[in-house]
């Protein structure tokens, strides 16, 4: 035990001098340890003295089926055999033809060409650019500007951070960035006395329809996070919402771009958060969980007419984008697992009794004198702190986190919002373990 207590140290003393770690002020970590993760089992992560954390994030929403999925092993294993990497500029392979095929195949064929890219932000970047160079081919070079909704986030590159709505993200780099405008958030906990999550849908889309009606020659895309604004604290909003700036899009002949990074793969209780809208964006973008959590890939699915436009023998019509790894056959063939994984288990009907389960479960911390606005969709549950003191209110997320760590639990809070965003493989004794430990470090925090 002294042993792998040493070894233990030695990790975290050789990562605080060499590892600069993302979204972290590192000072912090000289009073919260950094947490050496030595395997991983199902929704289990384990450090080096076997102390397990209940991965209730899915490392930060992209494990879906489980650390050390057997399924997804065994093809990532076959695929290290056969071909680990080729540059998509003039060739192609099986993974990503299939993968892009599938894909295509689940938005009825409407979304049929996939661009291929490592991360999130990357694809907005994509999305972004494309619509972009779509409206200078078709001659209508003025229409520039994106629209973004408040409190959106969609990655911390410079296109990506221009449309997200997060200061403490982007102020700091404002002079970087270019200008985009922002709309009314739908979230539902804005609704006024009496109003309904659909009435504050319908403002919602009334602002984007003022913002259009003054601005639509100039305007590119209108860029949206589907059924729920994750990182602002998990903002949820009606399906009406999507159906009713998709028929504004088509009025006003502006892309709608469909950020589903975070709330696509099921997430949301429908494969693609759109689908529960029943619309289709012009471009969506997938990440995270596409390929499991196994191995970066990012994607950008749009329509044909799009694609059309793009189609020339002048070079500069082409869509001028790219990276190394672009479409590479070990991330793919991880996709194709999980695309499996979905089908063959029918995972989004099994998901529908597990997230019932877990609310059941959750029915104390909905009802805590301390919580406010306990809300679920699909498999993401999200619920807001009351914290009186100010001091309090500011350190609520990391002392959430150590209390939650000493608890077995992987919690990170968002602000004083706390919100579960498990894997799909959730059984009924790690359930009620959660629920309970979710609440034990609540009480612990606020009490």
């Given at each position: 035990m002294v042993e792998l207590k040493d070894a233990s140290q030695d990790w975290v003393a050789r990562s605080l001098k060499?590892?600069?770690?993302?979204?972290?002020?590192?000072?912090?970590?000289?009073?919260?340890?950094?947490?050496?993760?030595?395997?991983?089992?199902?929704?289990?992560?384990?450090?080096?003295?076997?102390?397990?954390?209940?991965?209730?994030?899915?490392?930060?929403?992209v494990n879906l089926f489980g650390h050390a999925n057997r399924r997804i092993n065994a093809e990532l294993r076959e695929q290290l055999e056969t071909l680990e990497h080729a540059m998509l500029a003039g060739f192609t392979h099986e993974p990503v033809v299939k993968l892009s095929e599938q894909l295509s195949d689940l938005t009825g064929n409407?979304?049929?060409?996939?661009?291929?890219?490592?991360?999130?932000?990357?694809?907005v970047e994509i999305a972004l650019k494309m619509s972009f160079h779509y409206w200078r081919n078709s001659g209508r070079s003025g229409k520039q500007e994106f629209v973004c909704l408040e409190g959106?986030?969609?990655?911390?590159?410079?296109?990506?951070?221009?449309?997200?709505?997060?200061?403490?993200?982007?102020?700091?780099?404002?002079?970087?960035?270019?200008?985009?405008?922002?709309?009314?958030?739908?979230?539902?906990?804005?609704?006024?006395?009496?109003?309904?999550?659909?009435?504050?849908?319908?403002?919602?889309?009334?602002?984007?329809?003022?913002?259009?009606?003054e601005r639509?020659?100039?305007?590119?895309?209108?860029?949206?996070?589907?059924?729920?604004?994750?990182a602002t604290g998990m903002a949820m909003h009606d399906p009406l919402y999507l159906e009713l700036v998709r028929a504004l899009c088509d009025r006003y002949e502006v892309h709608l771009i469909c950020d589903e990074i975070a709330v696509g793969c099921g997430r949301t209780g429908s494969f693609f958060a759109s689908e529960q809208a029943g619309i289709w964006p012009d471009f969506m973008c997938l990440s995270?969980?596409?390929?499991?959590?196994?191995?970066?890939?990012?994607?950008?699915?749009?329509?044909?007419e799009i694609y059309q436009a793009f189609y020339s023998c002048d070079v500069t019509r082409g869509f001028l984008h790219s990276h190394s790894y672009t479409g590479n056959p070990l991330a793919c063939r991880a996709a194709l697992?999980?695309?499996?994984?979905?089908?063959?288990?029918?995972?989004?009907?099994?998901?529908?009794?597990?997230?019932?389960?877990?609310?059941?479960?959750?029915?104390?911390l909905a009802a805590h004198e301390r919580v406010r606005n306990f809300r679920q969709r699909g498999m993401i549950w999200a619920f807001d702190a009351v914290e009186d003191d100010a001091g309090k209110a500011?350190?609520?997320?990391?002392?959430?986190?150590?209390?939650?760590?000493?608890?077995?639990?992987?919690?990170?809070?968002?602000?004083?919002?706390?919100?579960?965003?498990?894997?799909?493989?959730?059984?009924?004794e790690e359930t009620a373990l959660l629920a309970q430990r979710t609440l034990a470090t609540f009480d612990a925090v606020t009490g």
């Open positions: 060499s590892v600069w770690h993302p979204c972290t002020q590192m000072q912090h970590h000289e009073t919260v340890p950094l947490i050496p993760v030595s395997h991983g089992r199902g929704v289990w992560l384990y450090d080096h003295q076997g102390k397990r954390y209940l991965d209730a994030i899915s490392s930060w929403w409407v979304l049929g060409h996939a661009f291929y890219a490592s991360d999130g932000a990357s694809a959106s986030y969609h990655g911390e590159t410079v296109g990506a951070l221009a449309v997200t709505d997060v200061a403490l993200f982007k102020d700091a780099y404002g002079p970087l960035l270019r200008a985009s405008r922002t709309v009314a958030s739908p979230d539902a906990r804005n609704a006024r006395e009496g109003e309904t999550a659909q009435d504050v849908a319908r403002r919602a889309a009334q602002d984007v329809e003022r913002l259009f009606a639509a020659d100039k305007i590119a895309a209108l860029i949206v996070e589907p059924l729920v604004q994750c995270k969980g596409i390929s499991g959590g196994y191995l970066p890939l990012s994607l950008v699915l749009t329509r044909d697992a999980t695309l499996a994984i979905f089908r063959e288990d029918d995972v989004i009907a099994r998901n529908r009794v597990r997230a019932a389960r877990l609310t059941a479960a959750l029915a104390p500011a350190t609520f997320s990391r002392r959430f986190f150590a209390k939650a760590v000493e608890n077995e639990l992987l919690l990170r809070p968002i602000g004083r919002t706390v919100y579960l965003m498990p894997p799909y493989v959730l059984n009924d």
